[in-house]
């Protein structure tokens, strides 16, 4: 995991990113990756090494690096943003590729608290669907609850250390649910 703090002295703002876990479908990506690359070396090898050596070898490295360049695909981060009262939720590929996931304002939170808090109220109630944005089991793992744009209730599930918190808590300190 990797923290920015890139303004120790404003509590209204702060940036978080997250490395999460492969998922079962990026564990089948990758085992696809590796099986799709080593039958196109075979097959490229099996028709060029004998007839034309040097092509054989442009061909295999040319391979190596597709496969590579789709397997850095397969790794996901979420970063989180909070900034004038507005939670931003971003999907980061391989390290390139942002996707924005939404944009939450944070006077819409109605309950903040740990995904494994004392009070009975976890991510799994069926109270509200739920999005994940940080690894299972996860120690600082905080669930905001909200209602979305079309009514439903939904479940923001985050890793929150001390700074992201204390940026919620300047935001929505009477989301919290108190233990």
């Not at 061909?59 to 939670?87: C, H, N, P, R």
Request: aromatic content about 12%.
């Amino acid at each position: 995991m990797t923290r920015y703090e890139a303004d120790m002295l404003n509590a209204g703002y702060c940036e978080y990113l997250v490395s999460v876990k492969p998922s079962p479908a990026a564990k089948a990506a990758k085992t696809l990756i590796i099986l799709c690359a080593a039958a196109l070396a075979f097959v490229m090898l099996f028709l060029t090494l004998m007839t034309i050596p040097a092509v054989s070898f442009l061909l295999l490295a040319i391979i190596v690096f597709l496969s590579w360049y789709i397997w850095q695909f397969t790794k996901v981060e979420y970063e989180y943003i909070i900034a004038s009262g507005e939670l931003e939720l971003s999907k980061i590929y391989g390290a390139r590729v942002r996707k924005n996931v939404f944009t939450l304002k944070l006077s819409e939170v109605s309950e903040i608290f740990p995904e494994t808090s004392a009070s009975g109220a976890s991510a799994s109630d069926k109270s509200g669907s739920s999005v994940r944005a940080c690894n299972k089991g996860d120690k600082s793992a905080y669930c905001l609850r909200f209602a979305s744009s079309d009514g439903e209730k939904k479940i923001l599930v985050i890793s929150a250390p001390e700074k992201t918190l204390s940026c919620l808590k300047y935001y929505r300190r009477s989301a919290f649910v108190t233990q």
